[in-house]
């Protein structure tokens, strides 16, 4: 399966943005998919995952701001993100595998393009 993700933009603190992962090439439904970000300088970081049931996942800093969802009809898997903080800052990246719901990037057999999202004061 190849995915994209897009959505990225420029945005002020505190303001909302939804990212997209576009999923082809296979059936989406056959994957959890995982969203996971890498800021300058730093390693990649676990955002959150979705189960092939629907159900999700999310680090300890998005709790409550961040939610996934997903769309196996339109191969489909979407991050809200809101109350957008500087720390948030970095490039998006959706993932899927196989396997179970997993926040190590390792466990995650495709990967699509990143999408920058940038946070602004």
């Known amino acids: 399966v190849q995915l994209q993700a897009s959505g990225g933009g420029l945005v002020q603190a505190g303001g909302s943005l939804s990212l997209s992962c576009a999923a082809s090439g296979g059936f989406l439904s056959d994957y959890t998919v995982g969203w996971f970000r890498q800021a300058p300088g730093k390693e990649r970081e676990f955002v959150a995952t979705i189960s092939r049931s629907g159900n999700s996942y999310r680090y300890g800093s998005v709790k409550g701001r961040f939610a996934v969802s997903r769309d196996n009809v339109k191969k489909m898997v979407y991050l809200q993100m809101n109350s957008l903080s500087l720390e948030d800052t970095a490039v998006y990246y959706c993932?899927?595998?196989?396997?179970?719901?997993?926040?190590?990037?390792?466990?995650?057999?495709?990967w699509g393009q990143g999408t920058q999202v940038t946070v602004s004061s």
């Open positions: 993932t899927a595998t196989y396997g179970g719901s997993s926040g190590l990037a390792n466990d995650y057999e495709h």
